[in-house]
C-alpha cells in the first residue's frame, strides 16, 4: 500500500460498495476532499489515526475506475411523480449527482422527455453525412442558450444511449 500513490487515482472507495471522486489533496487541511460520483457537494475527510487505520485494514480504497452495472428502469422527475409519469431508461446506481441518479436515455425516449416537459430540453439534429446518418443531441435548457451543450451518445448494452443527468433532479419511479 502506498497512500501517496492512491491519493493520485480518481476514485475513493469506502466499505467496498460506496464510490466517491477524489478532488484534491488538501496539505493545509491534512485531507482528501472528495464528492458523490457524477458531482455534487465536496466533502472532505481528514488523513489521521482512524483514517489510516481503514486504509490499511482496506476498508478505504483507491482505484481509477467504477463498475459499470446499468440497470434499466422507470425514471421521473419530481413533477412528473404526481402525474404519474415516467421514461424508461439505464442508470449506474453508484453514480448519483448530489444523491440524483444520472440516467441514460435513447434517442426516443429524449424525444418524449421534451414532449412532456413544458420547456424544451434537447434539440435533435437528424442528418445525413457523407452517406451516413448522424444524430446530434444537445441540452439547451441552459443560462445561455446560444451555447448550447453537446451530448455524446454511448452504447449501453449495445443500445445508444445519451448522458441526460445535466444537472436535473431524476429520480427512479415507484
Not at 458531482?39 to 472532505?44: A, C, M, P, S, V
Not at 444520472?102 to 434537447?122: G, H, M, R, V
Not at 441540452?139 to 455524446?152: K, L, V
Request: with cysteine.
Amino acid at each position: 500500500m502506498n497512500l501517496i500513490k492512491d491519493l493520485k487515482k480518481s476514485y475513493m472507495v469506502i466499505g467496498g460498495k460506496d464510490y466517491y471522486e477524489l478532488s484534491k489533496f488538501d496539505r493545509g487541511y491534512d485531507g482528501i476532499e472528495y464528492c458523490t460520483l457524477g458531482g455534487g457537494l465536496i466533502k472532505r475527510i481528514k488523513i489521521n489515526d482512524a483514517f489510516m487505520d481503514d486504509y490499511e485494514s482496506g476498508k478505504i480504497k483507491f482505484t481509477n475506475s467504477i463498475p459499470e452495472h446499468y440497470i434499466y428502469g422507470k425514471i421521473t422527475l419530481d413533477d412528473w411523480r404526481e402525474q404519474k409519469k415516467y421514461v424508461m431508461g439505464y442508470y449506474n446506481p453508484i453514480v448519483r449527482w448530489n444523491g440524483w441518479i444520472n440516467p441514460y436515455f435513447t434517442w426516443d425516449a429524449c424525444k418524449y422527455i421534451d414532449e412532456q416537459s413544458t420547456t424544451p430540453l434537447f434539440r435533435f439534429y437528424d442528418e445525413t453525412v457523407n452517406g451516413k446518418q448522424v444524430k446530434t443531441l444537445e441540452y439547451c435548457y441552459r443560462y445561455d442558450d446560444s451555447a448550447p451543450y453537446e451530448i455524446p451518445s454511448q452504447k449501453i448494452n449495445g443500445i445508444e444511449v445519451y448522458d441526460c443527468g445535466l444537472g436535473i433532479c431524476w429520480e427512479l419511479y415507484k
